[in-house]
Each structure stands twice: as C-alpha cells, then as structure tokens.
C-alpha cells in the first residue's frame, strides 16, 4: 500500500511540477519554499537535548498552535522546539510568532521517503506533534520507524475529511496504526478518528487550543499603531470583515453602503481582511468600485488614513490585533458553503460576532455560542439577499449599543469557560516525551 502510495504521490507531484514553476516565476510562491521541502533544510546541529517537531499547516494552524508552543516552553524548557509550516503565508506567520520560542522554522518536506528521511536525519526529532489531523503517510510512518513519537494536537475530523478517508479506510487503518497519540478537539471528532481505525485507547478528547488563545504584548503594541494611524474611534464604529473568501467582500461592501446611509452622525467604517493574500488585488478593485474612500494597510502612511471609510488589511498576521479596534465582526467564509473561519480570536477580544449559515467547519463551537447568546448567525441566505441580510444584522447592531455589550461579554466567558486545551494536552504528550518517568 505504502508503494502504491508513493507512485501516486509521485505522479501527482510531477504533474504539479510546472504549476509550481510557474507560481514560483511570476509569483514567488512556491519558490521560497520548493528546495526546502525538497529536504535542503536549514542547518541545524544536534545536541544531548530532546526535540519537538511541531507541524502546521497554514496560518490558521499556526495561530491555534500559540497556547500550546506557550505550555510547552514552559513545561519543557530544556527542549528544543522546531517549527514547519506548508504555506508561505503560515511559514511568515510562524517565523514572527515564534521567533522566540522556536529554534528553527521551515517548510515541511514532500512526502517522500527520501526527503523525510533528510529531514529526520537533520532534526532527530523525538517526538512529531501533528496540528489538526494532517495527515502524511510517509512523515508519520518514517518517523516511527527512526524511534520517533508520533502524535496528532488539536485534531478536528469534519464529516467531509472522514468521508474521504472513509473511502481509503483500510490504507488509513494501517497508518493510524503508527500514531501513537490522537488528541481530539471534541468528542465528533474522536469518535470519527476511531471508525478509521484508531485504537480508542489512543484517543483522547482535550478541547480546543484556540479557547486558550489571549492578545500577546507584541499584539497589543500594534493594536496601538493601528488605532493611531487610522484614527480610530467610538464615534464612528468600527466594523472588520474578516477572512473573507469571494465573492462575500462584495457583498459586505454592499451591506456597508447600506448601513453607512442609514447610520446618522455615527457613521461606521469598515475593515476587509481576506483570507487568501493572493486575492489582496481582486478585492482592492472590489473596494475602488464602491465609491467610498479607501486605503490599503501596505500603502505607507498618509493623511488619508485617518477618514478612509473602507480600509483593506492587506497583511499577513495582523487581523487578531485589530480586532480589539472593532465594534462588529463578521467572520467570512460563512456565507458561502466554505464552512466558516474562526470565531475564536473576535471572542478572544470580547466583540460581537456574526456569522452566516455556513458554519460547520467550527459546528461544536458554534452550537455553544449559540446557545449562549454570544453569537449573531445569518440564516440561509443566497447570492441574492446575502447583502441584504447581512446589512440588516449590522444595522441591529450598531443601533444598540447594549446588544453588542452583552454579545461580547458571552463570547469572552464562553471562551473563559473552555480554557485548559493546551494545559490538557501538554499532559498526555509528557509520557511520549518523557516515557521513562510515567511508566
């Protein structure tokens, strides 16, 4: 099985292989990256000190994994941490975020043989902390064959990823067999882990890490630099639309233009932040064409910051620390079947929250928000009326002030309630870190 595996992978990474020519050439997207995940990795020396290999994925991984990087610096400080990532966006957020806490961030490999054995032989990692189920065959079963520990953190299993799975169930009960731990966000998500083929004995539910997640003191510094360069204020409410996907910043624009006319004195603004970089132009024409005034946060700093109505955040890594600035957030990909970004930063900031129906990527956190009351959730809307609905719950909103105190204060203690998810986790992975001490 592992041979047909890697005749496919090979086949698909050769048919690829001019794709990522031709991003590396006029977009430079893939060559920062491409030798490094060919195994030419980044030098690294290693000593008498155990190593963790923490793999994400992209930026949503990256930051879901900032309470557990915290716990384990500060349960294993004589550990060396290291870092890989497979999308420039997630690798740029990493290597901020972790500059600090990681001795070395790089681009995961291809999952071949060779290239994970480069990179096994260069790290000597003891034990391979997987976020969110990623599964790669090659990685997780060499790893175990070079005596290394293999565990999934923060794992989450959707219906959509387990029917596909599913249909390859006896090739995914044969690599389960080399993980040695699944920690599992909810109870769903184990039960589908374990109808793959995993041992319940190595399954563990711990919560989700991103309930653990607070503003660091380097946020808090940009949150500054942001309400000072664009001036924001009370007066004139701020609304984020975040992590966006098309066509809803067309949409939000035109739920904007609808609130903005029946506003009064307290005219809002609006900040879009898209989720994929690559799209930063598409959606600067979407905002030109609106007729507001508008900038974009990697212009430099000019006089038209501080009355621009639409601000496009076109950066990597700085959403959280604008949220604090904010009176609103709609958190996109849930007008479109996409299944919704993460609610869990704006609660983070104590803000209120709307969503559309498209949710189930995030279904246990936002049943809970739900049922609390720390949630506004858009019902089945279309491509005709999803302006329409979304500037009428805007509009709610930013006419009650009250409503929007009370929203944000149950998001933050839902979020306080769930805290725990790393400190959970940390535990279960000391008997594979340190397995001489807890037999």
Not at 10 to 22: E, I, N, Y
Not at 86 to 115: H, L, M, N
Not at 366 to 374: G, H, I, S, T, Y
Request: hydrophobic share 45%; glycine share 6%; net charge positive.
């Amino acid at each position: 099985m592992f041979v047909i595996y890697s005749l496919l992978y090979t086949l698909a990474f050769v048919l690829m292989l001019p794709l990522f020519l031709l991003s590396a050439i006029f977009r430079g997207k893939h060559a920062a990256g491409f030798s490094q995940r060919l195994g030419f990795l980044p030098k690294f020396k290693p000593d008498h000190r155990m190593v963790v290999w923490l793999h994400c994925v992209s930026v949503g991984e990256t930051n879901a994994a900032r309470p557990l990087v915290e716990e384990l610096r500060a349960t294993l400080p004589d550990h060396r941490l290291i870092i890989s990532t497979t999308t420039r966006t997630g690798q740029k957020v990493a290597r901020s975020i972790f500059a600090d806490a990681a001795e070395c961030v790089f681009y995961v490999p291809f999952d071949f043989r060779w290239t994970v054995r480069r990179a096994l032989r260069r790290f000597e990692p003891s034990i391979l902390l997987l976020m969110e189920t990623e599964i790669w065959f090659n990685l997780i079963r060499e790893t175990c064959k070079a005596n290394g520990r293999v565990a999934i953190v923060n794992g989450r299993l959707s219906e959509r990823s387990f029917g596909r799975y599913a249909k390859i169930g006896h090739f995914m009960k044969r690599i389960l067999v080399y993980v040695d731990l699944a920690l599992m966000q909810e109870n769903a998500d184990a039960t589908r882990l374990m109808s793959l083929g995993m041992r319940a004995s190595k399954v563990r539910v711990t919560g989700n890490l991103k309930f653990d997640h607070d503003l660091d003191e380097q946020e808090n510094t940009l949150t500054g630099e942001l309400r000072e360069r664009f001036g924001f204020a009370p007066e004139a409410p701020l609304i984020i639309a975040a992590s966006t996907h098309k066509p809803e910043e067309k949409w939000v624009t035109e739920a904007f233009k609808n609130v903005w006319k029946s506003s009064g004195d307290a005219l809002p603004r609006l900040m879009v932040a898209p989720r994929h970089p690559e799209r930063f132009d598409e959606v600067a024409d979407v905002v030109k064409a609106t007729g507001f005034t508008w900038v974009r946060r990697s212009e430099a700093a000019s006089s038209r910051d501080r009355t621009a109505e639409i601000i496009l955040l076109d950066s990597i890594g700085e959403l959280r620390a604008a949220y604090p600035l904010a009176e609103i957030v709609f958190v996109g990909g849930s007008l479109i079947p996409h299944g919704g970004q993460s609610i869990f930063e704006p609660a983070a900031a104590g803000k209120a929250i709307v969503t559309g129906p498209h949710t189930a990527n995030f279904t246990a956190a936002v049943d809970e928000f739900m049922q609390k009351d720390a949630l506004v959730q858009i019902k089945s809307v279309s491509e005709r009326n999803a302006a329409e609905k979304l500037s009428a719950a805007l509009n709610e909103l930013l006419l009650n002030a009250e409503r929007r105190q009370k929203l944000g204060s149950a998001a933050h203690e839902v979020m306080k309630h769930n805290r725990g998810a790393a400190h959970r986790t940390v535990e279960y992975l000391m008997p594979l870190i340190h397995p001489h001490q807890h037999q």
